[in-house]
């Protein structure tokens, strides 16, 4: 089959995300012939192997949706410095999509770009915003930063400090608290909440522009909120 014919089947599978199984059933070819039209496919920039057997169009996705693809079916939304920087509280670039979520703590490195997925308790998992349009989960810049305070204790020391922190207008100290509030742990939500304190009383107001992370190309791009 030719690869213009191939494209075109995928394409009717009008999936963010498919697999080399869906990929199998859509050309009507077995499972070993998909995967290497899969790669053929791959290696002419067609299509990007997000994982094993899981594969994407590269401008048909967003970077910021991958985490929810790929942790899936585990909730996941993009947070902590990322969503920190996209929502102008911090200035410093992040080079990794953060990304909160109740499945297990990992690292993906794709072509889109690599993401770095924590796990909280699934009832802390909440606090986002999705656009159904993109894909992408985001959370509320309050959840982003109690996000990171909450991670604070991790081994991989990723959270332990901020570079200086600049609150936007409508940043909601009383939402912060309440999300502060859905932490299990006593101990861990009075750190929580002191060091929270801590940066509100410390953080300057102003009203950041809108950023993009700049490793991801501007096209791919978009808000969670229209």
């Known amino acids: 089959m030719r690869s213009i014919d191939a494209l075109a089947r995928l ?7 498919f697999t080399t199984n869906d990929a199998a059933a859509a050309l009507r070819i077995t499972r070993a012939h998909a995967s290497k039209t899969m790669a053929r ?7 990007v192997r997000l994982r094993r057997g899981s594969w994407g169009f590269p401008n048909h996705l967003d970077p910021l949706a991958l985490p929810a693809l790929l ?4 909730p996941c939304y ?9 929502h102008g509280l911090i200035s410093q670039v992040p080079q990794r999509i953060y990304a909160v979520s109740s499945g297990r703590t990992r690292e993906l490195r794709t072509p889109l770009g690599t993401v770095s997925i924590h796990h909280v308790k699934a009832g802390y998992c909440r606090g986002f915003d999705l656009n159904a349009r993109t894909g992408v989960a985001m959370a509320t810049p309050e959840k982003a930063l109690v996000d990171f305070l909450y991670l604070g204790p991790a081994r ?3 959270f332990t400090a901020l ?5 936007p207008r409508g940043f909601q100290r009383a939402r912060a ?3 502060a509030a859905l932490i299990a742990s006593s101990r861990r939500r009075a750190r929580v909440l002191k060091k929270l304190d801590q940066m509100l009383r410390a953080g300057r107001r102003r009203v950041p522009g809108a950023r993009q992370m700049a490793f991801m190309p501007p096209r791919l791009i978009s808000r969670t909120r229209d």
């Open 78 to 86: 993009v947070s902590l410095q990322s969503a920190l920087y996209l």
């Open 41 to 47: 496919l791959a290696a002419a920039k067609q299509v």
């Open 177 to 179: 608290l309440t999300y």
């Open 156 to 158: 991989s020391r990723l």
């Open 71 to 74: 942790a899936a079916p585990a």
């Open 11 to 17: 394409a009717d599978l009008r999936l963010r995300v």
């Open 163 to 167: 570079p200086e922190l600049r609150l």
